[in-house]
């Protein structure tokens, strides 16, 4: 199980300049499958990045003294930044190979990797792109469970899949961070419910000022800096903030 959430001082989500700009930069890859004859659906795709940002967090390689946990460490160390790239046939193949986690959704597969250096991605992820992750729901997705976590999406932003996916984890990762450590093992023994949803334009005001987890994106892509994207609703974190909840900023691409 990870260790306790950042306090909130020293968190890698503040938009403020720290210590953590200095240190070295580290990058979570997630590559999302889509094959041109039968892409997955945006809104799965969504939540199955935000349940692989969480997989990977909670793998007991990810802690203590796990193969990954040097490499954890220096991410969360330095600015939080996830990349999103696509990839079919052979190059999914490829990064299956690679050590990582693959998480399938309902039609999504995404497979989150250690992190690497900003600039020492492995090749066979280099090469992959990050453009063309436009995905679609062929029906509108149903309401989400008010009883389960739900991430939901600034109604007046307009994103790619990708970059939503990328924040979508970053909402999860706030949750994650914010939750006991009963509450982890929970989540985590449930295979990590969730859904992602866009906010309805007169509920955002009372989601973003009520003291859940917010995102707001650094501005790297496709958005303005600052920009509040989710707000991680964790049913165990409604009611009086604590940990790094309220405002929060990422350095994310």
Do not use: Y
């Not at 079919?88 to 309902?106: C, F, S």
């Not at 007169?202 to 989601?207: D, F, I, K, N, Y």
């Amino acid at each position: 199980m990870s260790e306790d959430p950042t306090p909130v001082s020293d968190s890698p989500f503040r938009s403020e300049p720290s210590s953590r700009d200095e240190a070295p930069q580290f990058v979570l890859p997630l590559v999302v499958r889509i094959e041109r004859a039968d892409p997955p659906a945006r809104t799965d795709a969504l939540e199955t990045a935000a349940r692989a940002v969480l997989t990977i967090l909670a793998d007991e390689r990810s802690t203590g003294e796990g193969e990954w946990a040097g490499a954890m460490r220096n991410w969360q160390d330095a600015r939080i930044r996830k990349v999103v790239r696509r990839a079919r046939g052979a190059e999914w193949r490829r990064a299956e190979a690679l050590d990582g986690v693959t998480v399938t959704g309902k039609s999504a597969q995404v497979r989150v990797f250690p992190p690497v250096p900003l600039d020492g991605w492995p090749k066979d992820l280099a090469r992959l792109q990050v453009s063309g992750t436009d995905l679609d729901d062929a029906e509108p997705p149903v309401d989400a469970d008010p009883a389960a976590p739900v991430l939901w999406l600034n109604p007046d932003l307009g994103m790619s899949a990708g970059k939503a996916m990328a924040q979508a984890g970053h909402a999860a990762q706030l949750a994650w961070w914010e939750l006991s450590d009963g509450e982890r093992t929970a989540w985590r023994d449930a295979d990590f419910p969730l859904a992602v949803r866009t906010a309805d334009a007169e509920r955002w005001p009372g989601l973003t000022g009520g003291g859940l987890p917010l995102v707001r994106d650094a501005g790297f892509t496709e958005i303005a800096p600052g920009s509040c994207t989710v707000v991680a609703d964790h049913p165990a974190l409604r009611g009086e903030p604590r940990g790094t909840g309220g405002l929060a900023s990422t350095r994310s691409e």
